[in-house]
């Protein structure tokens, strides 16, 4: 019984384990073209049509044969019983989508339209364009004070993050609020948010192309926020809404300006939250760039 147990625990820590590495589906021993077969059930569902469930879609040329396989396990072996390829149904119920230009160009007329932060959430929570989504637990949208001088842009949300649907909120968050308190701030005084607003499976990096479909999104929340000052934690965000291509080495604790509406806002990147953890000496660079952020606050 006691074995047993320990038996279940270790195949559910296991299972948990493949979830957090972003293995989203069975593997069967058919090989599915999964944008084919993505294409295929949106079009029926263009239709109206209700698509049949991925261990019945046609088998394409490219498709193993199920029959040749059953030969060749009655040759050596009894018959093997295998689990037909199968996504697990994301929450959304909605397929996946093949990141492209047009995607890229919705999401850029989507966030337009958004004319507070409330429409822009709404536009996320409405918008089906990035697969993120699909295995994310919740919208990562912000956190503090949307009315406040001082905005921290980072890159996408972690384990943490995605169960409380807040930006920095796990250890990394922690840090960041011990900094802020360091230099007289708190959350009332900063609005927080992220590039990227779903959690990447496994805290992956976000791709090229999720980071360019989420940008227009993360662009419009700078404008509505309206800051004084932005402040990039890490390299990833500052490259992305930037366009600069140093490393964060490089780069840290130099004031740059980026194109806000209607002025140029201050901006600085300095070494993510996590990276610090990781570099605790490097604690002393960043407290700098704190100090550096406070004065700009209070010159402004
Ligand atoms: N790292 C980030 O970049 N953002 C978060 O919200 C948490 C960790």
């Given at each position: 019984m006691q074995q047993n147990s320990i038996e279940t625990r270790q195949l559910e820590a296991l299972l948990d384990f493949y979830l957090e590495a972003g293995v989203d589906s069975f593997p069967g021993d058919d090989r599915v073209d999964w944008f084919e077969l993505t294409r295929q059930q949106a079009a029926l569902r263009q239709q109206g049509q209700e698509p049949r469930p991925a261990a019945q879609a046609p088998s394409g040329p490219d498709t193993g044969s199920a029959d040749a396989r059953d030969t060749r396990h009655s040759q050596f072996a009894p018959p093997v019983k295998t689990i037909p390829a199968q996504p697990i149904a994301p929450s959304s119920g909605q397929p996946a989508v093949i990141p492209d230009r047009e995607i890229v160009g919705a999401a850029r007329g989507l966030a337009a339209t958004a004319a507070t932060l409330d429409d822009l959430r709404s536009c996320l929570e409405a918008f089906d364009g990035c697969n993120l989504k699909l295995t994310a637990k919740k919208l990562v949208f912000a956190d503090g004070n949307p009315d406040a001088r001082l905005m921290f842009v980072g890159e996408a949300p972690g384990r943490d993050e995605d169960f409380q649907g807040k930006p920095f909120v796990g250890r990394s968050g922690q840090l960041l609020d011990s900094m802020l308190t360091a230099i007289g701030l708190d959350r009332s005084s900063a609005y927080i948010a992220n590039v990227v607003p779903w959690r990447p499976p496994g805290n992956r990096t976000p791709t090229p192309q999720e980071t360019?479909?989420?940008?227009?999104?993360?662009?419009?929340?700078?404008?509505?926020?309206?800051?004084?000052?932005?402040?990039?934690?890490?390299?990833?965000?500052?490259?992305?809404?930037?366009?600069?291509?140093?490393?964060?080495?490089?780069?840290?604790?130099?004031?740059?300006?980026?194109?806000?509406?209607?002025?140029?806002?201050?901006?600085?990147?300095?070494?993510?939250?996590?990276?610090l953890l990781r570099s605790p000496l490097e604690k002393r660079l960043s407290w700098r760039d704190f100090l550096s952020i406070r004065e700009k606050l209070t010159s402004q």
């Open positions: 360019e479909i989420c940008k227009p999104f993360i662009q419009r929340q700078i404008e509505l926020v309206n800051p004084d000052v932005l402040v990039f934690l890490g390299a990833a965000s500052a490259k992305t809404l930037l366009g600069v291509q140093d490393g964060i080495r490089k780069m840290r604790g130099r004031w740059m300006q980026y194109p806000g509406n209607g002025k140029q806002i201050a901006a600085i990147a300095t070494y993510h939250p996590a990276y």
